[in-house]
C-alpha cells in the first residue's frame, strides 16, 4: 500500500500544480475534495515516483487458535 506522500503534495500546492480542495490541520494536509476530486488527483499523479515515496508492505498473518 503506497500512500499519498504529504511532503510531494504540499510541494505541488505551493507550486500550484495540483488544486483538488484541502484544508491545513496541525501542520497537515488534508483533502477536502469530492471522492471525484480525490481519485482525479491520484490517477493523474499514479507514476509520479515522488507522489506515492514511502510505501508500506501489509501481509496477512495466520493466527494459531488456542485448544480449550
Not at 483538488?20 to 499523479?45: I, R, W, Y
Amino acid at each position: 500500500m503506497a500512500f499519498l506522500s504529504a511532503r510531494w503534495l504540499k510541494a505541488k500546492m505551493d507550486e500550484k500544480s495540483v488544486d483538488t480542495p484541502c484544508v491545513k490541520v496541525d501542520d497537515t494536509l488534508m483533502l477536502t475534495g469530492t471522492t471525484e476530486e480525490a481519485q482525479e488527483l491520484v490517477f493523474s499523479h499514479a507514476n509520479d515516483d515522488g507522489a506515492f515515496a514511502d510505501s508500506l508492505l501489509l501481509e496477512k498473518q495466520r493466527i494459531e487458535k488456542e485448544e480449550q
